[in-house]
């Protein structure tokens, strides 16, 4: 999934294709010649989550 960001109304726009024409579906806006990112990167990819154990005890019913 690849996303353009719209330089004339600033939303971002997503395809799943990279190339070909590309037109703002918010403004219209030709976005071929914009920058191309990938969808799922938009936050830092190399950030390291940590593994959450939750001890269950059930409650009384």
């Not at 353009?4 to 990279?18: I, L, Q, V």
């Not at 030709?30 to 269950?56: G, R």
Request: with cysteine.
């Amino acid at each position: 999934m690849y996303r353009k960001n719209c330089y004339k109304c600033h939303r971002p726009s997503f395809s799943s294709a990279g190339d070909g024409q590309w037109l703002c579906p918010v403004c219209g806006a030709d976005l071929t010649d914009q920058k191309l990112f990938q969808a799922v990167s938009i936050e830092n990819s190399q950030q390291k989550y940590e593994s959450v154990k939750k001890s269950y005890s059930p409650g009384k019913k």
